[in-house]
């Protein structure tokens, strides 16, 4: 269960609810994020939540199965959006549309991109500074060098910054110049970097393991929660499968199921979930109309002259048709939903 205690609370021993649950042989751990005061505990038996409920220092209670549970739409129906300040929130009910490069090249490119997402109405660039990539010999980004002229360039425009952080250690010197932190496929379950990022105030995507589970995807969540961060977004970007014929497997069904199992954003990452160029435009549709509160495109320049995925990354002319028909399609949506 789930026991969300009054604001400006604070907990003691001695206090009635932990009286309560002491008594009643319950364990539980104390969540303190930037919105909430939360009790989480195993629920025992048929122990009725009215006597937690009645207490003056709870706020409410909920009964919460999931193991996932304050990621969990079963105590939260409201979906949660990510204010990121300037008028840009995610998950409020609007497409989000974020774009740029795999892997940020020079400040030429910045701008270049920049110019780009201004022109096409988009606010959110994403790009690598700290690239993992399969070969040690590849290109592997810019580091915090590349990173400080992405931030700037944004900033001085208006544009919000999402990049992947790959180690614990570099939160802090990444800190004041990221917006989104994004934690990639292969560090989906790195526990140790997912309690630091729930330890500070800015927003988390976290991307779906390479052949990562739905309920392993809401527990890494989870991990970004009980450390006291609520600003989460959760990416479906495929997953590896037998099949040869295209990079990952966009697994679409994960978009409408996460949506239904958690009360977080969902974004759809097109460009990994095929890695083919001339289907991005379509699996990122069908993303969209599945749920997705967001896609996150690659975008170049020159696709065939990136440092890194060109193979699934599109031209800014192919990208701005793609634009226009994912608004096109969301406003679609919103009439089928009023159905």
């Known amino acids: 269960m789930i026991i969300r205690l009054a604001s400006n609370y604070t907990l003691s021993e001695d206090s009635a609810i932990a009286t309560l649950l002491n008594k009643n042989g319950i364990g539980f751990s104390e969540v303190v994020t930037q919105y909430g005061h939360y009790l989480v505990a195993p629920l025992k038996g048929d122990m009725d939540i009215r006597l937690i409920g009645h207490l003056t220092e709870v706020d409410d209670v909920y009964r919460v199965s999931d193991a996932y549970k304050l990621v969990s739409r079963k105590w939260k129906l409201k979906n949660t959006s990510i204010d ?4 840009i929130v995610i998950g409020d009910g609007s497409l989000s549309i974020m774009a740029g490069p795999c892997s940020i090249e020079s400040e030429a490119q910045i701008e270049s991109t920049v110019k780009h997402l201004l022109d096409r109405g988009i606010s959110i660039m994403r790009g690598g500074v700290y690239k993992p990539r399969s070969s040690p010999y590849s290109f592997r980004g810019l580091g915090m060098e590349g990173l400080k002229l992405f931030y700037k360039h944004c900033q001085d425009n208006g544009i919000k910054v999402i990049t992947e952080v790959m180690m614990v250690e570099q939160i802090e010197e990444m800190h004041d110049y990221v917006d989104i932190f994004q934690v990639g496929a ?6 140790n970097l997912l309690d630091a990022l729930g330890k500070i105030d800015k927003a988390v995507m976290i991307k779906r393991g390479i ?3 739905i309920e ?5 969540a989870e991990y970004v929660f009980s450390n006291g ?20 497997t966009m697994d679409v069904n994960a978009i409408a199921v996460l949506k239904d199992r958690s009360h977080l954003p969902v ?5 990994h979930g095929v890695g083919v160029r001339k289907y991005v435009d379509k699996i990122a549709m069908a993303s969209v109309m599945a749920g997705a509160d967001g896609v996150i495109l690659e975008v170049h320049e020159v696709p065939q002259k990136a440092f890194s995925d060109g193979a699934q990354t599109l031209s800014y002319g192919q990208a701005s048709v793609l634009y226009e028909k994912l608004r096109q399609l969301d406003q679609l949506k919103s009439q089928f939903a009023t159905l």
């Open 84 to 87: 990121l300040g300037d008028n």
């Open 186 to 191: 292969r560090n989906s379950q790195n526990f």
């Open 211 to 213: 052949s990562g589970t």
């Open 216 to 220: 392993e995807l809401l527990q890494s």
């Open 229 to 248: 961060n609520e600003k989460i977004l959760l990416c479906e970007r495929g997953i590896r499968s037998y099949e040869k014929a295209y990079r990952n």
């Open 267 to 271: 974004i759809a990452d097109p460009s």
